[in-house]
């Protein structure tokens, strides 16, 4: 199962003429989706916290061909609202638009009881996995509005749709993230172009994983690689008519 219909297969140049933006994109499933997207004809914009990551990618980009990707070194637990603006108008003054932002940067945090939970821990996790994504959405929401049909997708999890136990700050985000969508989704509906869903990828062959889940035979888990359709589908037009739901790539 995937969030695209069964019959759907992405064109080779599927997302050709359009600019994405992809946070957390040095590493995991964010690294697959931007070189998925770069492949398939769009300029993506690497966003990270480890340079050296993005210009790996960069240069996994280029190899192939495909449209030259731009990098945007930022660790998002740092940024504050006056930088994203800083930024916002920078790309602003380069892109006629943006087509497509994929919120995908995230931590995991710590997996203990909410009785033992470090507030410093918590902030950071809500910075990165909520805050960030907000502010991020708010000052790019006048370059999406220039798109004739933009895509906002956040990362969601199994553990910010049904509470679960030790999960603590990482499954609060993912809940609030939940929120957030629904919320700007309702509200860009009636007045805008933009459409916003959430994605849950499911178990994920990744450093991430990998940490969650020390006893786990991690090649029982896909790759990443085995998943960049599903973004491929939110990022192109054939989702234009999907919005504000909550989606899963294995469910
Ligand atoms: P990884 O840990 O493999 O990759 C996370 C990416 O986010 C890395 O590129 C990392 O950069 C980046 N990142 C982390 N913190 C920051 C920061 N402060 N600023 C900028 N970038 C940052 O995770 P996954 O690929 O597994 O996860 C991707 C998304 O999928 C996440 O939202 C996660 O919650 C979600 N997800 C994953 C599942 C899985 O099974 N893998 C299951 C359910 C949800 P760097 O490498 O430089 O630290």
Redesign the pocket.
Known sequence: MSCYPANWQPAADELSGKTLLV?????????AVAIACAEHGAEVLL????ES?LEAVYDAIVATGAPEPGIIP????RVNHDALCALASELSQSLPKLDGLIH????LGDRKPIAQTSAALWHEVMQ??LNASFMLTQTLLPLLTKAPAASVVF????VGRVGRAYWGAYAVS?FATEGLMQVLADELAGTSQIRVNSL?????N????RMAYPGEQPSN?LS?EDLVDNWLFLMSDASANINGQALSAQA
């Not at 946070?23 to 690294?31: E, H, L, M, N, V």
């Not at 966003?47 to 480890?50: A, I, K, N, P, V």
């Not at 930022?74 to 637990?77: A, S």
């Not at 990362?155 to 199994?158: F, K, L, V």
């Open positions: 946070t957390g994109a040095g590493d995991g499933i964010g690294r966003l990270g916290r480890t990551k930022t660790d998002l637990g995908n940067a995230s931590i990165i996995n990362t969601s999890s199994g993912k849950n990828p499911g178990a994920v990744t450093a991430m994983r888990n990443p």
